[in-house]
């Protein structure tokens, strides 16, 4: 269904009375189910008319007691309970906005009718058609049936019942005669006529199972003269299934108002899936039979799936991507100053990394945040995000914690590290890059220089994360850096750093196909490979980095942004008493 069709039941049900009103020929084809009421609904074709280009499609929709019996496996006797009718309208109805006629068959006794009639008008069908034959009913089509027709007036008594708990003036009850079914004359045809229009019929329907259409023409002739005996103009409605030569056109021209295709789609589906599944018994495969079957994305887009999946990818948009922090590792240095909390939970001017954190990613419209806790898991407070727990944080490394949240890298993440205090401008820089994979990378670190001009080594142990650009790092005062234009070589904590052009500063984003990428080759390095793995010694325990250098060596493009400081890692205590200079409480 697509929300396109939606439509209140008061605005459909006058529509077929607007139609006639019109004085074109009002042109009606079957439904059995949603799907082909989708069809009837929406398929349109350009035609011709007076030698004028025109858009020709249907101007409403036969709920027929044959097909939707049929499509349920059962024969046309009236033995499909009317609930389960009303269900199949219902769902028709529910994904078209074009009036409806419902095949009413014999209407059941006088009570019945009337309960049938309050429940139809109320749903917004346009017009029920009752059948003049005693219930339960045989379908018209079938030679040698026997069909015995109800007494008129009990009939007429009937529809003067249904009008008479009518609540507007939209709905309409018209009358079939089964006379011609019945093996009967067009004189009781038109005797039968005279009595339902004066019990108050909207209209008369004749039935007739000739292959030729001239005893419903010869009907049709007698009819107008019937009207202008009585005074009135109500419609006349054919059902043209054994005499289809002749064309809607020439029925117009003969009286009739309201031609019904009564029963198409479902036999033209039998003969359809009957073909389908006897060639792919043939073939024992199912590739022959795809010239039968309509393309699946057709489907999506009647059913409103496709509308559904743009508007997932819009909300996506919106939303922005995932966020993804893993927090589990155990803290060792700071652990004397912070004691048993996660370094998540240091608190900078008062408030914990994480939190200011949190806030810099929702600032950026970031709100689907993810954080891996492990170590002082208890501890954690991360209000608005979803936390996974990763009970082996001592055996794996960042990676393995980030892994966890796999299921969120679907449509694109951005990674940050636990342990970094950054302004928030630098995720909207980040958030505008538009290739698979960026890293954001500091160029300050080149001007950290001891007195003898080498970078400075960190007291406490803690490895810098690397990185070489594949162009040559031209440091000048004026510069314009493009993302696009710069590819990452190298990265790694074993790179020299006389060598190294920036630092990566633990903040990334993936594109949707990045993830996959990403994933993949995290996945792939699991299963088919042992033992040191780039600067891990296992590849159980690679790191973020080690598996960046394995893309990089596999041929992806590793992008960085750079940046010029703006941000701070927090690993020792010199670390936090610089940061809280910044943030003071
Ligand atoms: C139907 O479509 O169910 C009808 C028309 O009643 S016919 O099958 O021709 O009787
Ligand atoms: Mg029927």
Request: glycine fraction near 6%; aromatic fraction near 6%.
């Amino acid at each position: 269904m697509t929300l396109k069709q939606n439509i209140l039941p008061e605005a459909r049900r006058k529509k077929l009375k607007e139609l006639l009103q019109e004085g074109k020929l009002v042109r009606v084809m079957e439904a059995h189910n949603g799907l082909s009421g989708i069809i009837v609904n929406n398929v349109t074709i350009q035609g011709q008319k007076d030698g004028k280009p025109v858009t020709l499609e249907f101007d409403a929709l036969w709920e027929s007691s044959l097909t939707d019996s049929s499509s349920k496996g059962m024969p046309d006797i009236e033995i499909v309970s009317f609930d389960s009718r009303l269900q199949t309208i219902q769902e028709i109805l529910s994904v078209t906005n074009k009036p409806m006629i419902v095949d009413g068959d014999t209407g059941g006794d006088p009570n019945n009718f009337e309960y049938l009639v309050t429940k139809l008008e109320r749903l917004g069908v346009s017009a029920v058609i009752i059948e003049d034959k005693v219930f339960p009913k045989r379908n018209s089509l079938e030679d040698g049936t026997q069909q015995t027709l109800e007494n008129r007036h009990l009939f007429a008594n009937k529809i003067r019942r249904g009008k008479s708990v009518q609540a507007t003036d939209d709905f309409m009850i018209i009358a079939r005669l089964e006379s011609l079914i019945a093996g009967k004359s067009v004189k009781n045809a038109l005797k039968r006529a005279k009595c339902y229009l004066e019990g108050g019929a909207d209209g008369i329907m004749i039935h007739s199972k000739s292959k030729s259409p001239d005893e419903v023409l010869e009907f049709a002739a007698s009819y107008k003269d019937l009207c202008k005996e009585l005074g009135v103009t109500k419609p006349l409605v054919c059902v043209p299934t054994t005499y289809n030569q002749i064309t809607e056109a020439e029925l117009k021209t003969h009286g009739f108002n309201i031609v019904i295709h009564a029963n198409h789609l479902l036999r033209s589906a039998y003969k359809a899936m009957e073909e389908t599944a006897k060639t792919i018994l043939i073939n024992q495969r199912s590739y022959e039979a795809d010239p039968n079957c309509a393309p699946l994305k057709d489907i999506f887009g009647s059913v409103g799936f496709l509308d559904v999946k743009q508007k997932d990818q819009e909300e996506q948009v919106s939303k922005g991507p995932a966020a993804i922090i893993p927090a589990a590792g155990e803290e060792k240095v700071l652990k004397p100053y912070i004691g048993t909390k996660p370094k998540a939970m240091v608190e900078i001017g008062g408030i914990p990394l994480l939190t200011r954190q949190l806030k810099a990613l929702q600032i950026n419209k970031l709100t689907d945040v993810t954080v891996i806790a492990g170590y002082g898991k208890d501890q954690l407070e991360a209000r608005g995000a979803t936390i996974i727990e990763n009970k082996n944080y001592k055996e794996g490394s960042v990676l393995s914690s980030l892994y966890m949240a796999r299921e969120k890298m679907a449509n694109g993440f951005v990674m940050l590290f636990s342990d970094i205090l950054l302004e928030h401008h630098t995720i909207s820089k980040l958030m505008v890059c538009k290739e698979d994979i960026v890293l954001v990378v500091d160029n300050s670190f080149q001007y950290h220089k001891d007195a003898n001009g080498h970078p400075p080594k960190d007291n406490t142990g803690k490895k810098v994360d690397f990185v070489i650009s594949r162009n040559k790092h031209v440091p000048s005062r004026r510069r314009i850096s493009f993302v696009y234009e710069n590819i990452i070589s190298k990265i790694g904590k074993s790179i020299n750093p006389e060598t190294a052009t920036h630092e990566f500063i633990g903040l990334a984003k993936f594109t949707k196909t990045g993830a996959e990428n990403f994933l993949e080759t995290y996945e792939d390095c699991l299963k088919n490979y042992k033992g040191p793995f780039q600067e891990a010694e296992d590849v159980s325990k690679i790191s973020f980095t080690d598996l960046i250098q394995e893309m990089i060596d596999r041929g992806f493009n590793i992008n960085f942004l750079e940046i010029h400081k703006g941000w701070l890692e927090i690993h020792n205590r010199e670390d936090i008493e610089l940061a809280n200079t910044l943030f003071l409480p």
